[in-house]
């Protein structure tokens, strides 16, 4: 039996065994880590960098004429899980070749990884002598070069098997890989089944609903409402699977109408398998993407902090401005570092420090880290001309017409959201648009008079976020009624 009565063979202080190389390699890790976080080439730092590089705005082609062109960068919306067509250059998958998962995410604004450009199928004819796309013209959809150094990876798909098949459905995979192979091949077809055979051929419209046919297994790529955790949040897994309703399609019918008609085809599609495109719909939004991702100057940098605040609407500019306000506890119109910093990011600019520490040294001139806010946002602002300011002062001298002056109250009991453009195209409902206007002046006594230089500064704003003079005048005179 044994004695635990006896005594301890070494102190506590002695170190045994091989200390010095444990002790060793601890300092070699820490070392390395350091190393890495210096150059920023650790894990957790790539993952970022990636994540927000994804994020990154994005132009989309304008169409001149309505319909899609080969070459056109555009946004793919499924119209069951109204998500678009996104790539996670994040999780590379277990295969062979470098091939990344795609899913369908819910984005309010083309970032790089949601927009894909339209190619041709290079090794077949091109029958219709134009680049307009036609249903039943094979393609490749490629992701944005933006993503990944400028490789060119197709979305991909192939038949179901055991070991390659969607990760949670276990249906047919999708993803983008760099091969280029058939199984990177589709085609559009109608979404209404009982004029698709007669629109075989015709072009394809930028507001058409379309399903589009995988090549070589001639099922439909589709998106459900099953849930995909990747970084980016809850997103919905994207995969090839063709979804009919069953019920008949009475051919006796159609036959006896002379049409030539087979089952399949007239069965109606269900939404998962319904997409819709999203282009443009101003000229400004499509833009040269290579001052997006230049950081050597300055230049360039607020060229795509401007791209990113227009990108979020009317109050874009007014919103950043409201967020810098609060920020100011002194009243003073200066923010220092951290708040910049914070600033920026809360709003949704997705900057790196170097970048945002570039931009805040060319406003801090005096060097005493801070710099006026003001000064900042004046660099986005642009001056209305005769025609906006018309408009401004109209709509001011209205309300003061109405109700006597011009107050938050006033303001909040005229203002007509039911004839929004906003509202009109569907974009938000009436609340949203009544609490984006309400939500962007200044907090204080709903009763204060407000001036026509406050005023007026407010819609200053709210035009350098709209570039085309018939929209802002559009947002003007259906708010008023003028």
Known sequence: MHNYNVDHKYKFQTRIGNWFEEWELDETKKKDYLKNRQNGQLASIVKDTKTNFSLRLASLSYPQDDYIHFGFHLMIQNVKTQGFLSIDIQERLKIGEEAYNVTTAQTSQPTVRSVFVIIP???????????????????????????????????????????????????QEVCAIESDVFNTVWKFEHADPRIRFEMEGQP??????????????????ASDEIIYQNDFGREREVFVHSYQCLNKTQNLIAEKEGRTTIDIPLRNQEPQNLWKFQVAKKQNEQFDESVMDDNRNVKNLMIRVKQQITGRGAYGLRGLAKIFMEMDQNNNGQVEYNDFKWGLRNFGLNLSEDETKMIFQTFDKNGNGKIEFNEFLDAFRSQMNEKRLYYVQRAYASIEQKAGKVTLETMGRLINVKEHPDVLKGYKTERQVFQDFVSHWNKGNPDRVIPFQEFGEFYQDVSSSVPQDESFEAILKKSWNL
């Open 121 to 171: 199928y290079t090794k077949e004819p091109n029958y219709y002598g134009d680049d307009v796309l036609h249903y039943g013209q094979h393609f490749r959809i490629v992701a944005n070069p933006r993503i990944s150094n400028n490789k060119t990876f197709y979305l991909h798909s192939l038949p179901q098997t055991p070991t390659r098949c969607a990760k949670i459905s276990r249906k």
């Open 204 to 221: 394809i419209r930028s507001d058409d609903t379309v399903l589009i046919k995988h090549s070589f297994t001639q099922h439909w790529l």
